[in-house]
T-cell receptor, first 117, second 111 residues
Framework: GAVVSQHPSWVICKSGTSVKIECRSLDFQATTMFWYRQFPKQSLMLMATSNEGSKATYEQGVEKDKFLINHASLTLSTLTVTSAHPEDSSFYIC?????????????FGPGTRLTVL | AQSVTQPDIHITVSEGASLELRCNYSYGATPYLFWYVQSPGQGLQLLLKYFSGDTLVQGIKGFEAEFKRSQSSFNLRKPSVHWSDAAEYFCAVGAGNQFYFGTGTSLTVIP
């Protein structure tokens, strides 16, 4: 199998605080993970590519100082939303690529709903 | 540049009726193609995927999709829709090390 988990599944925080979201590959090691953001009724937007042991690659328009990504191990990537504001409220989804696959298939986590008050 | 188009933003079908969701892509080579379903507030569930070989792909929940290279299409079909199929459906293309998602089609099923 290829199971990806996210924690927490939902979080509510006050404006100005920081929130950390974890993405774990449970039964495989993932050298590459991706972070997406999804607004209501919209598609997924790639935020960044997280590579184990190196800096994340951010998509154009994504503030790297606001959305800190750390891929410290082959099974864990974290996304920290710093100084969160209401406009950061969204559904955040991570995915992981299983090594050895040539199909570019990504395995998605269940998502984290962030609400900033 | 790679792109994925889902022309239908919203589709309504009666329960028991057949369904076809359209997906067109733009990519220089033969892409890896995927269909996902997303229920409200949930993550993505893979319905089916095409990598190579037989162009008619069978998936879970009775879904199938056909890859047509000449039309750059990968349409999703189901012969008889169930009320539980109501959800958002996303077509995606795997190219290089990235995914490109379509904008999604929202499916409503009426009794």
């Amino acid at each position: 199998g290829a199971v990806v988990s996210q924690h927490p599944s939902w979080v509510i925080c006050k404006s100005g605080t920081s929130v950390k979201i974890e993405c774990r590959s449970l039964d495989f090691q993932a050298t590459t993970m991706f972070w997406y953001r999804q607004f209501p009724k919209q598609s997924l937007m790639l935020m960044a590519t997280s590579n184990e042991g190196s800096k994340a690659t951010y998509e154009q328009g994504v503030e790297k100082d606001k959305f800190l990504i750390n891929h410290a191990s082959l099974t864990l990537s974290t996304l920290t939303v710093t100084s969160a504001h209401p406009e950061d409220s969204s559904f955040y989804i991570c995915s992981a690529v299983k090594p050895g696959r040539t199909s570019n298939e990504q395995f998605f986590g269940p998502g984290t709903r962030l609400t900033v008050l | 540049a790679q792109s994925v188009t889902q022309p239908d933003i919203h589709i309504t079908v009666s329960e028991g009726a057949s369904l076809e969701l359209r997906c067109n892509y733009s990519y220089g080579a033969t892409p890896y193609l995927f269909w996902y379903v997303q229920s409200p507030g949930q993550g993505l569930q893979l319905l089916l995927k095409y990598f190579s070989g037989d162009t008619l792909v069978q998936g879970i929940k009775g879904f199938e999709a056909e890859f047509k290279r000449s039309q750059s299409s990968f349409n999703l079909r189901k012969p008889s829709v169930h009320w539980s199929d109501a959800a958002e459906y996303f077509c995606a293309v795997g190219a290089g090390n990235q995914f490109y998602f379509g904008t999604g089609t929202s499916l409503t099923v009426i009794p």
